[in-house]
């Protein structure tokens, strides 16, 4: 079966995203799809922008169990699902999928986007791929100096206690390094909508 597929790119900087409207009825039929695949990892970039929008995300992120906590990243590791084969993000509902809104999500799942559409091999959107190539080094470089600074000056995500210090020295640092984004984010368009036609197929033969 052919079908339209609609996809939205949206350059936000560092919290850019790829909207598309084929997920609510994802081919895999599992209500669940790449999610069911995948354990968000929160870095200091994404940690900040939490803090700076929606704090109380912090707060629910820390007290989620099965978390692994390095000195300025954390991963919300998915649970096993009981209801089939496989596991399933603490963040995903039957109910309506993911409970984050788009711009808190971190990057993989802001930018992924299954081989089944594969956006990136049409000759049109080849300034879209380089962008968000071009982005992805980007924010892991920044998350590398950003986690650089925190260590230096001894904090940690490890130690509870040292959390609220972490946070008020991190959305400095990260405010001031939105306020210089480099130009193939400024120059950027900040959005453009396509519509690319796929074969669909079902189940597990739905690449991810
Ligand atoms: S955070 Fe949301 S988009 Fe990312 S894996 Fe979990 S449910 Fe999916």
């Known amino acids: 079966m052919d079908r339209d597929i609609t996809l939205i790119f949206h350059n936000q900087g560092l919290r850019s995203f790829i909207e598309v409207d084929l997920c609510p009825e994802c081919p895999r039929e599992d209500d669940k799809g790449c999610c069911g695949y995948y354990s968000p990892v929160f870095y200091p970039t994404d940690l900040a922008y939490i803090m700076l929008t929606k704090p109380g995300l912090i707060d629910d992120i820390f007290r989620r169990p099965h978390l692994t906590i390095l000195d300025a990243s954390v991963t919300v590791n998915s649970f096993i699902d009981v209801d089939d084969d496989g596991y399933r993000c603490q963040f995903h509902s039957r109910q309506g999928g993911c409970q984050l809104p788009l711009k808190l ?9 299954c081989p089944g559409i594969a956006w990136w091999e049409e000759v049109s959107l080849q300034s879209w791929k380089e962008f968000f190539d071009r982005l992805t080094d980007y924010e892991i470089a920044t998350n590398n100096e950003l986690a650089g600074t925190l260590k ?44 690319l036609r796929r074969r669909l197929v079902f189940g597990k033969d739905w690449r991810l």
Not at 107 to 113: E, K
Not at 163 to 183: A, G, K, Q, S
């Open 152 to 195: 230096e000056r001894g904090l940690t995500l490890r130690e509870p206690g040292l959390r609220p210090l972490f946070f008020e020295t991190l959305v400095p640092l990260y405010l001031d390094r939105i306020r210089n984004l480099p130009e193939f984010i400024t120059r950027h368009p900040a959005q453009e909508k396509v519509v």
């Open 105 to 113: 999500r971190e990057s993989v799942c802001r930018h992924f986007v």
